[in-house]
Structure formats: structure tokens, C-alpha cells
């Protein structure tokens, strides 16, 4: 078998940096006679053995429901995703040490959401609805007073449902930020469906480039290859779009780790590798190795593998 990387794949800028961040915290509490504890709220990263790992380093994620007592004196380091001001005040307020990893593209869209909000637009965030780094852009686009002017679309149909006049009946004005996480295709057309109803709408491409090149080094790479293993974990946004994306140019699967190749892959004479945003390097290298150790496990006059949707491969 053949295995080829993607040109761009892996870990992110902000990713590595949030790690970073993270290690150098535990190492300095670990040198505080206080010896307090490293939180991160929420997993650091959308990869279940990255955080497993940083875990074993003595780094905890905590969710919102355990932010209490414990608190004190420990460091809470925010991920990449970023999160509301709201969320940030109350962790200072309970009397952590804040480390913020906050993506320095993610934080650039919650200074715009925040600029475009105290001018009075609508602030339509194009991305998933829930997802951590939306809903820190959404807190910060308030108005003065407090009145939320945020609405997150998912796609154009949702964008087209917004409104054309104000609350105070005068025409709405919108600024449109994209997840940074985004596919192009879904934002421009969301963007297409704002431009019909708000002929003043203000854009944001906050779309971060490793999304576009890593679509791209895909595509690019499903010219080379008969079949494509996507590795990350199946929580990470950004890695679920890599997978659908590979899935409608070859066969593929998404795995988290080596152990879940599946012997279909292996009836392939080239295969393509790529990764999502959050994927460390040594899983993907574990699977590249993998991939290459292993020979087709169909001898002759066996039955053939099987393609994800259950075609034979031939």
C-alpha cells in the first residue's frame, strides 16, 4: 500500500498555542509551593486521547456546572474556542489565576462582534449554533445595556428568516462574522441570502485559512489516492467537515486513533491521509505507520472488502 499525507493537515496555530499555554501553566504551578490545580474549561481541545493525556499531566477539564469553590487560587486556562465576557468575569470573580488561550483569530471576531454591536447591528454569526467559539463571539456582541444582539444561522434558510426592520421599525443593520471553522461554500451562501434582504450588510471573513488549505490539500490530495482516512475526534467540528468533505470525493473513514482502522482500508493500493484541527501528530504518525506496516489482509479467493457504502472493491 501507498499511504499520502495531505499537503496541510493536523494541529491548528491556535491549537498548538492553547497547548502550549496549557503545559506551561502546569509547570508553574508545580513549581508554586502552593502546588494548586490547572483547569481548562471545558476539553482543551475536540480530541478524547490529547486531552486523556493532558489529563495524566495533572490539567482538568472542568464544564460550567463546576465552577464553585474550587476555584480559588487554581489556574483555569480558556481554550481556543474562547468564551462570553460573562463566563471570564465569574471565573476572576471566584478567584482564579486566568490563562486565556483564546485563538488570536477567534479573538479578533469577538472584538468586531463587540464594535459591530455598540453601532447598533444585528451581529449574525454564521456557524454551529452551541458550538464553544460561537457562543464566546455571541457574548460578546451586546449592546449598552446588556440587550443581545447576536443571532447564529446555520444556514441560508435561517439567514433569510432575519428580520428586515429593527425593533424600533427603522431598517435593520447586519454584520455578518463566520466561525472560523466554517466551510467557504456555507458561509458565501449565507452571505448571498443576507445581501438579498440587507443591501448595507457588513462581512467579516473571519474564516481561518488553515480551514480553506486543508480543503484544499484534500482535494488535491483525492486526485492521488483511491481512499482517505480522516484521523480526529469525532467531537472536533472542524474534523467532522474534513470527513464529509473526503466522503464526497473518495471513500473514506474518520478514525481516532490507529486501533480503529477498519480492514476495508487495506484493500486499497493508495490511500490518503489527513487530519483535523485538533489531531496531534503522534496519532497521525501512528496511523500513517499503521496504514504502511500493514498488507492486505484478503488472501486469494477470499471475499472482497468492502467500500463505506458497502460496494466491493474491485
Not at 509551593?33 to 486523556?52: D, E, F, K, R, S
Not at 493500493?269 to 497521525?284: E, H, M, N, Q, R
Request: with cysteine.
Amino acid at each position: 500500500m501507498r499511504v499520502e499525507r495531505a499537503a496541510v493537515l493536523g494541529r491548528c496555530m491556535g491549537v498548538r498555542r492553547a497547548v502550549e499555554l496549557a503545559l506551561h501553566a502546569a509547570k508553574e504551578e508545580k513549581a508554586r509551593a502552593a502546588q494548586g490545580t490547572v483547569y481548562t474549561l471545558g476539553p482543551l481541545i475536540h480530541n478524547p486521547q490529547a486531552v486523556a493525556e493532558l489529563e495524566a499531566g495533572g490539567i482538568h477539564a472542568l464544564d460550567e456546572g463546576q465552577l464553585d469553590e474550587r476555584l480559588l487560587e487554581a489556574t483555569v486556562v480558556i481554550r481556543a474556542h474562547g468564551v462570553p465576557p460573562q463566563l471570564r468575569d465569574k471565573l476572576l470573580a471566584l478567584g482564579a489565576r486566568v490563562v486565556d488561550a483564546t485563538c488570536p483569530r477567534v479573538l479578533a471576531s469577538q472584538r468586531k462582534a463587540a464594535s459591530f454591536a455598540q453601532a447598533g447591528y444585528t451581529v449574525v454569526i454564521a456557524g454551529d449554533a452551541g458550538h464553544g467559539e460561537v457562543t464566546g463571539i455571541a457574548g460578546y456582541a451586546t449592546r449598552e445595556g446588556g440587550d443581545q444582539a447576536a443571532v447564529v444561522v446555520g444556514g441560508p434558510e435561517e439567514a433569510r428568516r432575519i428580520g428586515v426592520l429593527a425593533s424600533d421599525g427603522r431598517p435593520r443593520k447586519v454584520a455578518l462574522i463566520a466561525q472560523t471553522t466554517i466551510k467557504r461554500e456555507e458561509y458565501e451562501a449565507i452571505r448571498a441570502a443576507l445581501a438579498e434582504r440587507f443591501p448595507g450588510l457588513e462581512t467579516v471573513d473571519s474564516i481561518c485559512p488553515c480551514t480553506d488549505e486543508r480543503l484544499e490539500a484534500l482535494a488535491d490530495l483525492a486526485q492521488r489516492v483511491q481512499a482517505i482516512v480522516v484521523v480526529g475526534g469525532r467531537n472536533s467540528a472542524n474534523t467532522t467537515r474534513l470527513y464529509l468533505s473526503a466522503q464526497a470525493l473518495r471513500p473514506a473513514w474518520l478514525v481516532e486513533t490507529a486501533a480503529e482502522l477498519p480492514v476495508e482500508v487495506f484493500g486499497y493500493g493508495t490511500v490518503g491521509l489527513t487530519a483535523g484541527a485538533s489531531t496531534p501528530d503522534l496519532l497521525i504518525d501512528e496511523v500513517e505507520s499503521a496504514l504502511r506496516a500493514q498488507t492486505s489482509p484478503y488472501a486469494a479467493g477470499s471475499a472482497l472488502p468492502r467500500r463505506p457504502n458497502g460496494a466491493a472493491v474491485k
